[in-house]
């Protein structure tokens, strides 16, 4: 059995696995490459594979970075299965859509304007080409075993976000992981991952492998910015990943102004992606802590914009009030037509709530630069810049430890760490190797291992 590393390797996107044994070929994951422009370009790169002889694609959740290059390969002939968790299926009937849709948004922006190196900007595929693509997703319970040649394998909870599962492949006597991206034990909104079987080898996340999550109470946090923000009469803009982020954003700022710790306000979800998946979490009611109840008051609390008409009529708001808007690493989406109008100003709030990815614009704001660009123009930052903490969906190198250690590997068991930015997979490495006898490598960006 062979496996070939073609993402998620010394960087956190672009997760592609591929699995051979015999004549069967399935690829585990198939993400979008996400953040520097030289990883960016590898979207444009033809994989080393020959789709003829790709027999199944199989996914751990739905994340671009993990699920958002299918309709690539849909448009170069590819129409196997791509099998994944129900919910996983549903969040990508959503995701993938609106992926499009923005590719084909900004190419005719950099189009009209002359920006960028190509006279006719092509996205990589349009709305069209990933709605088609939805027709080759498969539904996968966790825990149901499936056949594909001589591979037998299954998917496991594995918390993160709706749908998010480790795979556990078989074949040739041996027994492989691959994580996903793994949840928190005690997360506010998921449950926490299942422990794993006995493995051979397991590729571990390490997005969080040189950081401990603070010890902070979210509600708490978020209370003061607001309270400041509202003191100040200013605007909080909250960059949010459509999927898992937003809906724990609507439920802190819901319970606050349940209690009465922040005043009762406006509060816009300008994101018809994130309105649809939130949806989506109400009908997977089992996956997650969230009542029927907790989702009433949500919706009763959080005013919902879909239509553009909507979202550019915010501009007109009294302040202070709140925004909710994709992108959660402020690469694209709604947030940035409001930050281009409220970056400049200081009475803003910018309330970064998730990772973000080297060479991303949320990376860059965090970092405290001066300005950003923003459809071609340099927009001044004088806001003021926050993180809220204690909402990951990875865990961090500790918790990562503790799953292991939970589970039923040996000292026998290899582990290549993957889905992690250099300094984290050697912190990483490098902690594991101190604390348990596992036999732990860095996955290599075209790396063949042989089992």
Aim: charged share 25%; glycine share 10%; hydrophobic share 35%.
């Amino acid at each position: 059995m062979k496996i070939t590393f073609l993402g998620a390797t010394q960087t956190v996107t672009g997760s592609k696995f591929l699995v051979s044994s015999g004549d069967t070929q399935i690829l585990v994951d198939c993400g979008l490459y996400q953040g520097y422009k030289w990883l960016r370009e590898r979207n444009r790169q033809e994989l080393p594979l020959d789709l003829r002889k790709l027999d199944a694609i199989v996914l751990t959740h739905a994340h671009l970075d993990h699920s958002g290059y299918i309709p690539v390969l849909y448009r170069q002939g590819y129409r196997g299965p791509v099998y994944c968790h129900p919910a996983t299926q549903a969040l990508c009937g959503i995701l993938w859509p609106d992926s499009g849709h923005l590719q084909e948004e900004d190419a005719k922006f950099y189009g009209r304007h002359k920006l960028g190196k190509h006279d006719k900007p092509e996205p990589l595929y349009d709305r069209k080409t990933a709605e088609k693509s939805l027709a080759l997703l498969k539904p996968l319970e966790f825990g149901r075993k499936l056949d594909i040649g001589p591979m037998r394998l299954h998917l496991q909870s594995a918390g993160h976000i709706l749908g998010a599962g480790s795979l556990i492949l078989e074949a040739e006597g041996k027994r492989i992981g691959f994580s996903g991206d793994v949840g928190r034990p005690n997360d506010l909104f998921m449950r926490p991952p299942q422990p794993l079987p006995e493995l051979d080898l397991l590729l571990l996340e390490s997005t969080y492998g040189d950081r401990r999550h603070e010890d902070t109470d979210p509600f708490q946090q978020l209370e003061e910015l607001v309270n400041d923000t509202v003191a100040g009469g200013g605007v909080m803009l909250i960059p949010s990943f459509a999927v898992g982020r937003a809906q724990t954003m609507q439920y802190l700022l819901t319970r606050l102004m349940l209690e009465e710790r922040i005043p009762r306000m406006k509060v816009f979800l300008d994101s018809p992606m994130a309105i649809d998946v939130s949806g989506i979490y109400a009908r997977f009611a089992d996956q997650h802590k969230l009542s029927h109840g907790d989702f009433q008051q949500m919706n009763q609390a959080i005013t919902f914009t879909r239509t553009v008409d909507q979202s550019q009529a915010l501009s007109d708001e009294v302040f202070p009030h709140i925004i909710i808007a994709g992108s959660g690493m402020v690469t694209g989406g709604r947030i940035l037509h409001h930050m281009k109008r409220l970056l400049s100003d200081h009475r803003t709030t910018l309330l970064l709530t998730g990772y973000q990815a080297g060479g991303t614009r949320g990376a860059k704001l965090s970092q405290g630069v001066e300005s950003v660009k923003i459809h071609g123009d340099w927009v001044p930052n004088r806001a003021r810049i926050e993180t809220l903490h204690g909402l990951s969906g990875h865990g961090d190198y500790v918790e990562l430890q503790q799953w292991l250690a939970a589970s039923a590997l040996t000292a026998d068991t290899q582990i290549q760490l993957i889905h992690g930015e250099p300094e984290a997979l050697e912190a990483m490495r490098d902690h594991l190797r101190r604390t348990t006898p596992y036999q732990v490598e860095i996955g290599e960006y075209q790396r063949i291992l042989t089992l």
